[in-house]
């Protein structure tokens, strides 16, 4: 704790997408982008199939799952579809680090097409809540810089972290067994998390092979698609791919990055403990990364570089468009004005930081029409104020659609009946038992954003 390291994390990651392509309906006002941005080639042209609209994506901790989440938010929003999200009581995930189940859902977003906030993985209740043609998709992350950012990030709420004397990262993997208590509260964080998060056995010994082997092909016969962080713009290549989306469905900014200088590099020997603590996540890495690197080699690696190529290209431009060029200046969370774009907090000790957004931020650009401000505020919008955002919306759009099924009964000598309607003063009802009493965050009371949950 002497050392005055300053850790530092982005995590508004997100994106914009600009351009207007002739399906879908817009719920943004993107008539300004298209006189602004020169539509952006499709490559290949996946025009002939619809779009694939049913995902579920699991969302995994500290594995640059926002990014995606929030590319599928705006997709969502853009499409007017419908976001399944949690119950308030669950806080902005699926009460993690339970077992999903679909009483965590929030009966204004049901049914859904889409699924993306954070869960521990349950198959057979995420099939009662996403239609039938859903298409599962995941990230994986290289589990030693994984477990370095996890063990920064939930210092202070794994105990398993925090009882290590200085919080030295060597210090625990000197002698996990040691520090690590597999029944605490957020024991998930400090050992196979990627394979706690999918529904697996964190604490299976990882000399029962056949168990890792036997979970590996399970997630494979469900998972279309599992990402992989260190190869992101290459995922999304596959990720369009699979779900026949326009470029422009995948554009993103991401946004996360730690200062210069606060990076912690990990000495020689520190990946291979961190690997052997986490067998069966490195297992789970390895098979993955082999997997997308196949399928990567199929679709032709100079076919790849293009589309990568025209990614990247797509979102310097959407950067060019909000901001004028760079993206606003990196700040603490409470130099950042707009309360909306403030990241949450941890601890004292990880400094999480954020964009403001820039006055002059969405005026047109060079003379033609530029992105509006709401565009770019989802650009750099953090995980928990969006989801707010969303159910917000989502449940103005339950109550008129409720008020058109249930219109008032009227007769000319009585008054107007209508049944009564969804709760009218929150997002939240209690349509659905509620899910059980979780308190999942112990050092957040009152707090706005009270989860240790936070992208990655
Ligand atoms: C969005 O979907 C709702 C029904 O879920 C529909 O009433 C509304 O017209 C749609 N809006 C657009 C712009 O397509
Ligand atoms: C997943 O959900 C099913 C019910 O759909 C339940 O029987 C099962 O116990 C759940 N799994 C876990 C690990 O909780
Ligand atoms: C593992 O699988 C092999 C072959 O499938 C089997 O012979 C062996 O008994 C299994 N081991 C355990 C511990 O289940
Ligand atoms: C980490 O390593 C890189 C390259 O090896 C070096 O440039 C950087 O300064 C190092 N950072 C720290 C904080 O030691
Ligand atoms: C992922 O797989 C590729 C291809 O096998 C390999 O070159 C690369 O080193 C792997 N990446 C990591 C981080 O293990
Ligand atoms: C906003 O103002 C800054 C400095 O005044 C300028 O560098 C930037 O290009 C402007 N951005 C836009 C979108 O006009
Ligand atoms: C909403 O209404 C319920 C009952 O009418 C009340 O208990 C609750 O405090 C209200 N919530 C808010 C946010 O006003």
């Not at 390291?5 to 982008?33: D, E, N, T, Y």
């Not at 004397?165 to 024991?187: H, I, M, Q, V, W």
């Not at 890792?212 to 992101?232: D, H, K, P």
């Not at 946004?255 to 020997?269: C, I, P």
Request: some cysteine; hydrophobic content about 35%.
């Amino acid at each position: 704790m002497s050392r005055k390291k300053v850790f530092v994390v982005l995590l508004a990651v997100s994106s914009v997408s600009l351009l207007l392509h002739q399906r879908g309906h817009f719920i943004w006002p993107l008539k300004a982008f298209h006189q602004y941005y020169t539509p952006l080639p499709s490559y290949p042209s996946p025009t002939l199939k619809p779009k694939h609209t049913s995902i579920a994506f699991l969302k995994t901790h500290k594995t640059a799952s926002s990014t995606v989440q929030n590319l599928l938010f705006r997709f969502a929003e853009r499409h007017n579809l419908t976001v399944a999200l949690p119950y308030q009581a669950c806080d902005h995930q699926f009460c993690y680090p339970h077992p999903f189940s679909t009483r965590f859902v929030h009966p204004h977003t049901m049914p859904p097409h889409i699924i993306t906030n954070h869960m521990r993985f349950n198959l057979s209740e995420l099939r009662r809540l996403m239609p039938k043609d859903t298409v599962y998709i995941t990230i994986l992350r290289e589990p030693a810089s994984m477990f370095e950012s996890l063990f920064s990030y939930y210092n202070q709420y794994c105990q398993s972290f925090s009882r290590v004397p200085k919080g030295s990262l060597e210090t625990f993997l000197a002698n996990p067994g040691r520090y690590y208590r597999r029944d605490e509260k957020y024991s998930m964080y400090a050992h196979n998390t990627l394979t706690f998060d999918l529904g697996g056995d964190k604490d299976r010994p990882s000399s029962d092979l056949n168990y890792t082997s036997r979970f590996i092909e399970a997630i494979e016969r469900v998972f279309s698609l599992v990402m992989i962080s260190e190869y992101f713009d290459e995922s999304l290549v596959l990720l369009r791919h699979l779900l026949s989306w326009d470029l422009e469905d995948v554009l993103y900014v991401k946004l996360n990055m730690r200062a210069s200088g606060s990076r912690r590099n990990l000495s020689s020997e520190l990946p291979a403990k961190i690997r052997a603590w986490n067998a069966l996540d490195a297992r789970l890495y390895d098979h993955f990364n082999a997997s997308l690197w196949r399928r990567l080699d199929a679709l032709g690696p100079e076919s790849v570089a293009r589309e990568v190529g025209l990614l990247q290209a797509a979102r310097d431009r959407a950067v060019r468009g909000c901001f004028g060029g760079t993206l606003p200046p990196v700040r603490h969370a409470t130099q950042i004005k707009n309360k909306e774009l403030r990241p949450w907090q941890p601890s004292s000790k990880v400094d999480i930081v954020g964009y403001d957004l820039p006055p002059n931020a969405s005026r047109p650009v060079v003379g033609a029409g530029g992105p509006s401000q709401d565009v770019c505020l989802k650009l750099i919008t953090p995980e928990v104020q969006y989801t707010h955002l969303l159910l917000r919306s989502q449940s103005q759009r339950f109550r008129k659609n409720y008020a058109l099924r249930f219109p008032p009964v009227c007769s000319p000598r009585l008054r107007c009946l209508s049944p009564p309607p969804p709760s009218q003063n929150s997002s939240y009802t209690t349509h659905s038992p509620p899910p059980p009493a979780v308190t999942l965050s112990p050092a957040s009371k009152g707090k706005p954003h009270p989860s240790p949950k936070q992208p990655s």
